[in-house]
């Protein structure tokens, strides 16, 4: 055998001891099929039109092999293709999130992205029937910075919907965003599609009353993913479930459904509050309905998910791409490749939605770099790449005063 | 009067043997050695402890901390944890390695000057100071556990 030999059997080896590990069981896992098997009984699976078909997660290049033009803009769109029965016309929707605004004295690159992406949305064309902005419009929830978002969104002079972020929404409880975009949750209908914006964030058990927290206190402890004094905080809530539950009743169950919210509506990561605490009651909700496609921020990454007859589409931040969970990575996601830590532009974007009247669906992730970037081995996939790793929560905010909030 | 002399010579050897053995074990006698007591024990994990919060701190862009230990980690507002919760994808047990940000055979500490420098838009911090010993502490420390495999992409 020679070396080249040896390498081929290494490589062969270490891909299959890293998708043992991914099929391995955990916790999660073990939630998520007892979930599957209540929500989907046996020979019942999503709608038949709801079919992924092979060209997720092809690179359009390679698709439409004509990547000239794109390459001299430095922009490949991944285009995540979901088939989508609904028998209506063609229209493109827009989503934006996750900018995570600082004043323009403190930070501009967050900035500079969010401009770019309302920009490019308000150049499709034909232009997008509306934009949902996904929520984190602010990093801090400063009225500066959700005046600087506000006046960035305004470049986009199509119809604007809106749902908050964490960051948006725990300096004031929300007052400031309210009064500029309205109420957080909604329902309306557009060529044939339910569409309805949940708020998954304002409903948090309270923290900061009992520990006399400062407003800027309660919005820097929000503000830390990874801290350990918000706790559990995203979650619909029974009376937004019960809201939703009214809202669907007079909706054909076999019509599309199209579910906004800013934390995936399952159990992906709950320490980081990648889930909504109530997600069983949710899909307790949704049980009836064969045609429910849930888009959603927070995570600031590429994820797919199917749990009983919905699905489940990950969007990217503008701002920063976070790590991939090191466990409840959906077994359906084509993870990123790992992201250039001294290139801001890498790994983030918005997305391009497409509603066609051929029955498709089409999630385009617009991004801003040049290269491949789904993984096919595990070295460089943000997900496999992190198969060796234990973690553990932080201390330092667990003592008395609660440092190491961001102020 | 010689022979004497030898006795006595050998016999303060012997008890002086023996008094070695009874009192500290044959093997640390050879190695000078002391048994830890639980207190010690205590005393080292609370040092360790101590840098692990100073670390998370700082990690986590306490403004206080930094400017305890004069460093300036960030002017943009980002703080490490925005990028690498729990300390996520820091992958420290892969150090040392040919780190391709900075084009060269790196440590853990130059990969954290480079994160400072760049992504951050820092100050360098000192390699040997307290600031990079302590946030080098609390990312092994978030990362225990985790299989090392230095060298490795």
Request: hydrophobic share 40%; glycine share 8%; with cysteine.
């Amino acid at each position: 055998m020679d070396d080249h030999d040896r390498l081929e059997l290494a490589r062969e080896k270490a891909m299959r001891a890293w998708w043992r590990k991914a099929r391995s069981c955990s916790e999660v896992k073990r939630t998520r099929r007892e979930m599957d098997e209540e929500l989907r009984k046996p020979g019942e699976r999503p709608d038949s039109s709801l079919a992924i078909t092979r060209r997720i997660f092809l690179h359009k290049s390679l698709l439409a092999g004509a990547a000239a033009g794109a390459a001299t803009y430095g922009w490949f769109p991944l285009v995540n293709t979901l088939d989508l029965a609904f028998g209506a016309e063609t229209f493109k929707f827009a989503w934006v999130s996750d900018n995570h605004l600082y004043p323009k004295n403190v930070n501009t690159r967050f900035v500079d992205k969010a401009t770019r992406a309302v920009k490019e949305v308000q150049a499709m064309s034909p232009p997008a029937d509306f934009l949902i902005h996904g929520g984190d419009l602010a990093q801090l929830g400063d009225p500066v910075e959700l005046d600087l978002g506000n006046n960035i969104l305004k470049e986009a002079k199509i119809r604007k919907v809106y749902i908050p972020g964490e960051h948006d929404w725990y300096l004031d409880m929300g007052a400031k965003w309210q009064q500029l975009f309205g109420p957080p949750n909604w329902t309306f209908d557009h060529k044939g599609v339910r569409f309805v914006g949940l708020d998954t964030v304002s409903r948090g058990p309270d923290y900061w009353t009992a520990k006399k927290m400062t407003a800027k206190e309660r919005m820097g402890h929000m503000a830390t993913l990874d801290g350990s004094v918000a706790g559990a905080w995203a979650g619909v809530g029974r009376d937004q479930l019960e809201w939703l539950n009214r809202t669907l009743s007079n909706w054909p169950k076999g019509n599309p459904i199209v579910i906004f919210s800013h934390n995936p509506l399952y159990e992906y990561y709950p320490p980081w509050n990648f889930w909504v605490r109530d997600w069983r009651e949710v899909h307790e909700v949704l049980k009836p309905y064969t045609n429910v496609t849930n888009v959603h921020g927070h995570t600031h990454q590429a994820l797919y998910n199917e749990i009983g007859k919905m699905r489940s589409i990950g969007m990217l931040a503008t701002s920063w791409t976070w790590p991939y969970a090191p466990e409840g990575v959906p077994a359906l996601t084509k993870c990123l490749v790992r992201v250039d830590p001294g290139d801001h532009f890498d790994g983030v974007g918005w997305s391009r939605l497409t509603m066609t009247a051929a029955e498709k669906i089409e999630n385009e992730y617009v991004m801003w770099r040049k290269k491949d970037i789904l993984a096919e081995a595990p070295w460089d996939s943000g997900c496999g790449d992190n198969m060796n790793q234990v973690l553990s929560p932080r201390i330092a905010d667990r003592e008395w005063p609660y440092y190491g909030s961001y102020k | 009067m010689k022979g004497t002399r030898y006795v006595l010579t050998a016999l303060g050897v012997f008890l002086g043997l023996l008094v070695m053995l009874a009192t500290s074990g044959t093997d640390r006698a050879l190695a000078h050695k002391e048994k830890h007591t639980l207190e010690q024990l205590k005393a080292f994990d609370e040092v360790f402890m101590e840098q692990v919060k100073i670390g998370d701190l700082l990690f986590h862009g306490d403004g206080a901390t930094e400017k305890k230990l004069r460093v300036t980690l960030s002017k943009t507002g980002m703080a490490c944890a925005m990028c690498h919760p729990f300390g996520s994808d820091n992958h420290p047990y892969e150090f040392p390695k040919f780190q391709e940000q900075i084009n060269k055979f790196a440590t853990l500490r130059d990969m954290i000057n480079w994160c400072i420098e760049k992504p951050n838009e820092g100050v360098k911090i000192d390699p040997d100071g307290d600031a990079m010993k302590a946030l080098e502490t609390y990312i092994y420390w978030s990362n225990r556990g985790s299989k090392l495999d230095p060298g490795r992409h």
